[in-house]
């Protein structure tokens, strides 16, 4: 018996009633289990690219950086010290928001299978932070305030509102009803801008603001070990802000109603405040300015982002910006290392071929 011959035996008969039942969208409530037929197999492609992408804490090397430490000035120190501080909450919120929404009211099981795999590389980033505080804060003071800057960092604290107000959005907090079932239209309108704030100005800004500071010290030849790493947290969040884009944009297929001009006008608000609050971190890690890094070259940079992600989302750019940083343009190239010296960064698994970096910084 063929395939096709074993699925037709053992369906359901269809169509029993006279009429055709309608396909189910993306974001219809409930919780399908069976990966087939499936709906959306390039969900499950990218969950197997994922697999692909696999690495671990253990393979960075950190010893070099202790002694870069050394070497860094004050206004360095400070910077790399907000950084961490940064790094140590920042995808604990994003794996929060990826539990408590978007693997409850994305009803396709190949895309639960990549959510539970972005959730896995997560928690390996957030050992990565963790082992890097431990490596760079060895007083136990100084790494309490790191883990507590939510709290006692103001620049953090912005940053973190901002991401707290979008998941309230759908989660119930400070006066709005909790969506356990996106019944409405206005329901699947506000899991959407969550989505969007969470891909295209959390992972998609937030975090390639603090990418680009660590590729300005490996660009002074500081803290190899550190970019190492980032080079693979990079790819990752990389894949993590693409597959939402295409849930985004599968959304828009099925339901092409949800995102119209007064949707616009809100992803584009919404990023623009989350320049500000990135460019709020900005001030307070560059100080007066630092060679090669200051406040106005980051706001440039930052808006250039923002406006790939709107063109992403098919929207117009806002700000017309170009990017500053040389640097972060020669990130979009496969970092080339001598294997003697540094492990090499291209950490794919089983995998023949080249692949590239997402190009837009």
């Known amino acids: 018996m063929t395939a096709s011959a074993e699925n037709t035996a053992g369906a359901a008969p269809e169509n029993t009633a006279g009429t055709a039942a309608r396909r189910k969208n993306l974001l219809d409530p409930g919780f399908e289990l069976t990966l087939r037929p499936m709906r959306?197999?390039?969900?499950?492609?990218?969950?197997?690219?994922?697999?692909?992408?696999?690495?671990?804490?253990?393979?960075?090397?950190?010893?070099?950086?202790?002694?870069?430490?050394?070497?860094?000035?004050?206004?360095?120190?400070?910077?790399?010290?907000?950084?961490?501080?940064?790094?140590?909450?920042?995808?604990?919120i994003v794996a929060n928001n990826l539990v408590l929404t978007l693997y409850k009211h994305i009803n396709s099981p190949e895309a639960r299978l990549y959510l539970s795999r972005q959730l896995f590389e997560e928690a390996v980033h957030v050992q990565f932070y963790l082992t890097l505080l431990d490596t760079y804060l060895p007083d136990p003071d100084e790494r309490a305030a790191a883990f507590a800057a939510v709290e006692n960092i103001p620049s953090i604290r912005e940053k973190a509102q901002f991401c707290f107000r979008w998941m309230a959005v759908l989660e119930g907090e400070e006066g709005v009803e909790r969506l356990d079932r996106l019944e409405s239209r206005e329901d699947r309108r506000r899991f959407l801008l969550n989505l969007i704030c969470f891909a295209a100005c959390i992972e998609g800004l937030f975090f390639y603001g603090a990418f680009a500071y660590v590729y300005?010290?490996?660009?002074?030849?500081?803290?190899?070990g550190l970019a190492t790493g980032t080079n693979w947290v990079f790819r990752d969040e990389s894949m993590h802000m693409d597959f939402a884009f295409s849930v985004v944009d599968t959304v828009r297929e099925e339901e092409p109603d949800l995102f119209d001009e007064e949707m616009g006008r809100q992803v584009t608000a919404m990023l623009e405040e989350a320049v500000e609050a990135e460019l709020q971190f900005a001030r307070d890690l560059c100080g007066d300015g630092l060679p090669g890094m200051n406040t106005d070259s980051m706001r440039e940079y930052l808006r250039c982002v923002a406006d790939q992600r709107l063109r992403r989302l098919g929207l117009p750019e806002r700000f017309g910006a170009q990017n500053p940083f040389a640097f972060m343009e020669l990130q979009g190239v496969q970092e080339l290392t001598n294997f003697f010296e540094r492990r090499v960064s291209a950490y794919q698994v089983a995998v023949e071929g080249s692949v590239s970096f997402d190009d837009d910084f």
């Open 216 to 224: 300005w010290f490996r660009s002074r030849g500081l803290l190899h």
């Open 40 to 92: 959306y197999p390039a969900f499950y492609d990218r969950y197997r690219d994922a697999i692909r992408n696999t690495w671990t804490v253990e393979e960075v090397d950190l010893h070099s950086d202790v002694a870069d430490l050394a070497r860094l000035s004050p206004g360095d120190q400070h910077l790399l010290g907000r950084l961490v501080a940064f790094f140590a909450t920042g995808d604990s």
